[in-house]
T-cell receptor, first 112, second 115 residues
Framework: NAGVTQTPKFQVLKTGQSMTLQCAQDMNHNSMYWYRQDPGMGLRLIYYSASEGTTDKGEVPNGYNVSRLNKREFSLRLESAAPSQTSVYFC???????????FGQGTRLTVV | AQTVTQSQPEMSVQEAETVTLSCTYDTSESDYYLFWYKQPPSRQMILVIRQEAYKQQNATENRFSVNFQKAAKSFSLKISDSQLGDAAMYFCAYRSADAGNMLTFGGGTRLMVKP
């Protein structure tokens, strides 16, 4: 009963480095999301995938790319990390558009 | 685009007392869903309660209840008999029934519970 699993949990990057955040779910949900959480701003949507094979931009997509590898996995890539991307990143899933989201435990990313 | 506003950055309550967290939202849609999430220091996001806009009856989950005022676009969370374990960040969230799958969050309210 893992639910939504994110890796890694913590990461420090140097400016300009790249990395991929991984997310996997065993809930058989169609929709998956990537959010970032910054102090005082709640969670903001970066990208989402309504179903396998589709992805769409959210509120703050610049500097990120995503891949919906299959129904279970949805990855977020930072091609050239910037200090402004220092944040906590959450992956989430939901069964459909009318359902609540279930979240992973987050990845704390620091870009120096 | 929809916006969600939580006007109280911090709230405190005495253990066993009742506290109400405020949330307002801006939308032109008539069909949508509202949620309250709790985020304890562990960082995990936990669903507290949900409300469908087409339902007039306010949702209730044990000690948690909402006051949903659709015309006023207000969605407050009431926590009764507050417990130390209720201390956390609370986020209000909005999901449109039409515009894709976006879940829009407010900025959060930090709730402190005093023993």
């Amino acid at each position: 009963n893992a639910g939504v699993t994110q890796t890694p949990k913590f990461q420090v990057l140097k400016t300009g480095q790249s990395m991929t955040l991984q997310c996997a779910q065993d809930m058989n949900h169609n929709s998956m999301y990537w959010y970032r959480q910054d102090p005082g701003m709640g969670l903001r949507l970066i990208y989402y995938s309504a179903s396998e094979g589709t992805t769409d931009k959210g509120e703050v997509p610049n500097g990120y790319n995503v891949s919906r590898l299959n129904k279970r996995e949805f990855s977020l890539r930072l091609e050239s990390a910037a200090p402004s991307q220092t944040s906590v990143y959450f992956c989430a899933t939901s069964r459909g558009r009318f359902n609540e989201a279930f979240f992973g435990q987050g990845t704390r990313l620091t870009v120096v | 685009a929809q916006t969600v506003t939580q006007s109280q950055p911090e709230m405190s309550v005495q253990e066993a007392e009742t506290v109400t967290l405020s949330c307002t939202y801006d939308t032109s849609e008539s069909d949508y869903y509202l949620f309250w999430y709790k985020q304890p220091p562990s960082r995990q996001m936990i669903l507290v309660i949900r409300q469908e806009a087409y339902k007039q009856q306010n949702a209730t989950e044990n000690r948690f209840s909402v006051n949903f005022q659709k015309a006023a676009k207000s969605f407050s969370l009431k926590i009764s008999d507050s417990q130390l374990g209720d201390a956390a960040m609370y986020f209000c969230a909005y999901r449109s029934a039409d515009a894709g799958n976006m879940l829009t969050f407010g900025g959060g309210t930090r709730l402190m519970v005093k023993p």
